[in-house]
């Protein structure tokens, strides 16, 4: 069973810095995307970043661009999202998700992802994360 844990999450202040990490397991290839969403109060879910094991393509939304960058450590099947420059308004609770895809007789998580991220249903969770960044 595939599952992803989350952590990292804490109060900075604005332009202060956080590295949230995503642990992937339960399935058994190595390729994967992963996708970090955020909710922040009263607002609608948001697709932040994500990132493709096979090729290292990663993408952003447009208010982090240049702030977070996302990168995986394959051998760990994790996946850390380092937020610099933070703002109040990036003040949320962080959750990684991934897409699911049958290859053979399992699910497995699928390996890719692409600019249009808030649009996704990914299928696997972690945990949320909560980053509140004060002013």
């Known amino acids: 069973e595939v599952q992803l844990q989350a952590s990292g999450g804490g109060l900075v202040q604005a332009g202060g810095s956080l590295r949230l990490s995503c642990a992937a397991s339960?399935?058994?290839?190595?390729?994967?995307?992963i996708i970090w969403f955020r909710r922040a109060p009263g607002k609608e879910r948001e697709g932040v970043s994500c990132?493709?094991?096979?090729?290292?393509?990663?993408y952003f939304t447009d208010s982090v661009k240049g702030r977070f960058t996302i990168s995986s450590d394959n051998a760990r099947k994790t996946v850390y999202l380092q937020m610099d420059s933070l703002r109040p308004e990036d003040t949320a609770v962080y959750y990684c998700a991934a897409r699911a895809q049958i290859r053979g007789s399992s699910y497995t998580i699928y390996p890719h992802c692409g600019p249009d991220l808030t649009a996704y249903e990914p299928e696997f969770w972690g945990q949320g994360t909560l980053v509140t960044v004060s002013s």
């Open positions: 990132i493709s094991s096979i090729d290292g393509s990663t």
């Open positions: 339960g399935f058994a290839f190595d390729d994967y995307a």
